[in-house]
T-cell receptor
Framework: DGGITQSPKYLFRKEGQNVTLSCEQN?????MYWYRQDPGQGLRLIYY???????QKGDIAEGYSVSREKKESFPLTVTSAQKNPTAFYLC??????????????FGPGTRLTVL | AQTVTQSQPEMSVQEAETVTLSCTYD???????LFWYKQPPSRQMILVIR??????QNATENRFSANFQKAAKSFSLKISDSQLGDAAMYFC??????????FGTGTSLTVIP
């Protein structure tokens, strides 16, 4: 089946540790996105990538890093510099052929909790 | 950056009735795209409806219909014949030609049996 997978579903981290969230898609989409979701704040863009080996910062990139070495994969690292990392993280992808009319497809999300 | 405003944090509707969720956005661009996404308790985001700014005709998908007012920068979602399965968070989103998406803060919809 085509889709987006995120792992793990739940993740616990001790303060001061870096942690990497996985996002994989087999939809052959060029663009991939990472969002953070907090109660009452909707989805906020962390990073996005429109092509392999290229990515741009979103509105809240501080304390996060990404890589895009393969078209299918867009992992997100939450570093110890992120002051309040406990949140729900959503990965999305989108085909760019045809322009922005194409919707984003979302993964099931990862809930990160800092202990 | 563009902003998307959903001024109704919570809404409720009786089963089989109609409800309208509001969304306004701020942009100086003439070409853009608007979306409504549904997020049920499973937290899986699902596309409900989408609208191209240069099309005056309102988008419809079965019981879901949009009311797009370009001059007012408004993009509301009407849900007709509400069903229990419609209970969810609903997010309005704006996409520019640079492929960035901007989301509102969401409206939590409760459907009362």
């Amino acid at each position: 089946d085509g889709g987006i997978t995120q792992s793990p579903k739940y993740l616990f981290r001790k303060e001061g540790q870096n942690v990497t969230l996985s996002c994989e898609q087999n939809l052959n989409h060029d663009a991939m996105y990472w969002y953070r979701q907090d109660p009452g704040q909707g989805l906020r863009l962390i990073y996005y990538s429109q092509i392999v080996n290229d990515f741009q910062k979103g509105d809240i990139a501080e304390g996060y890093s990404v890589s895009r070495e393969k078209k299918e994969s867009f992992p997100l690292t939450v570093t110890s510099a992120q002051k309040n990392p406990t949140a729900f993280y959503l990965c999305a992808s989108r085909g760019t052929a045809g322009g922005p009319y194409n919707e984003q497809f979302f993964g099931p999300g990862t809930r990160l909790t800092v202990l | 950056a563009q902003t998307v405003t959903q001024s109704q944090p919570e809404m409720s509707v009786q089963e089989a009735e109609t409800v309208t969720l509001s969304c306004t956005y701020d942009t100086s661009e003439s070409d853009y795209y608007l979306f409504w996404y549904k997020q049920p308790p499973s937290r899986q985001m699902i596309l409900v409806i989408r609208q191209e700014a240069y099309k005056q005709q309102n988008a419809t998908e079965n019981r879901f219909s949009a009311n797009f007012q370009k001059a007012a920068k408004s993009f509301s979602l009407k849900i007709s014949d509400s069903q229990l399965g419609d209970a969810a968070m609903y997010f309005c989103a704006y996409a520019n030609t640079g492929n960035q998406f901007y989301f509102g803060t969401g409206t939590s919809l409760t459907v009362i049996p």
